[in-house]
């Protein structure tokens, strides 16, 4: 009877062995004793090949980064249409969002796969990514305390500033600076369990009020030339009112804005009419000096040539539109 008692357990055992029976890893379900959710962000993968398992893994745990980007575009988006224009609210709206996609990018290299499994049964691997909440909070908070410093830098650089342009393209400076912090500060509260981080200081829409009344204050006189000089005299015009300047025609003013279309000759194929060339943007000052000069390549097609100008002339409105204000800031040459 104990011989058959035996042969049957080792019956038992031989049959588990063979099966690959194994106990699941508890971090599989997002639990671990060994990196409690306290003192760590964790992500799970799984997949057929190991690489492709830990890349899964990293992805996951990057999720909860994408989550405050998402939150933190909506929060901003609302928060810029109270203070500004639809323009600028997608500007600005772009500009964090970039900064957020940046700083998570950079947050997800600090990333450390630290446990790994295969599954004989299903023949997948799985993957453990872990990133140190303390560690991690250490690195936003040396960030932010970084930017703070920049944007005050910023601030006393112009209040101690007499050019317009300058002082506000100093306070355009602490603005990105502020961006940029506000990015840190929503992985920041990613990974402090508390999810408070550090609340800012200085106060964004403050220092976009003081911009927009910066700019508000310098007169500019706007000047075409080169191809399409009429219809781009009107592009021009009122492209520099949206970005906050004054226009006068009047002598007196603090800068001469000139803009000039540059174009070769048309190109003809396949029944298209290629247009190509460079769009000219000068400020000049009441000394005539040149302050500064940007150029951007421009082209557009159509079947006819007055479809094809009316193309290039919205090409270039966009382009105003969304560089105008920050091309003539950074004219200005401030650090």
Sequence with gaps: MRALHTLLLST???????????IKPS???GYSER?????????????????????????????????AINERTQQQQQYNKQQQ?????????????????TQTTRTVQGIKITK?????????????????????????????????????????????????????AHVQQAIEAQLKRQSAQSALQVVDFSGRGKPASISLAELI????????????????SGALAPQLKSILSGNTAHAGFQISDKNLTDYALLAETKLDPPIRKNNWIWLRGTLELRLID?????????RWPIKTASVTIEQAEQRLLSGIDIILKNELRMTLLGFSGSD
């Design 12 to 22: 038992i055992v031989l049959i588990s062995a063979c099966t690959g029976t194994e």
């Design 27 to 29: 971090w599989l379900d």
């Design 35 to 67: 990196y409690p959710s306290q003192l760590y962000l964790t992500g799970q993968g799984g997949a057929d090949h190991l690489n492709d398992a830990k890349d899964r893994a990293r992805a996951d745990l990057a999720k909860q980064f994408e989550v």
């Design 85 to 101: 224009g639809e323009q600028s609210t997608e500007k600005l709206q772009q500009s964090v969002s970039r900064q957020l996609i």
């Design 116 to 168: 790994t499994w295969y599954d004989k049964a299903t023949h997948k691997h799985y993957a453990l990514a872990v990133l140190s909440r303390n560690q991690a909070k250490q690195n936003f908070e040396q960030q932010i305390n970084r930017l703070d410093q920049q944007s005050k830098q910023k601030i006393k650089q112009a209040e101690a500033e007499n050019n317009k342009l300058k002082k506000a």
């Design 209 to 224: 009020h003081a911009r927009d009344s910066l700019i508000d204050k310098i007169t500019l006189s706007t000047k075409t």
């Design 286 to 294: 009441n000394n005539s000096k040149v302050i500064g000069v940007q």
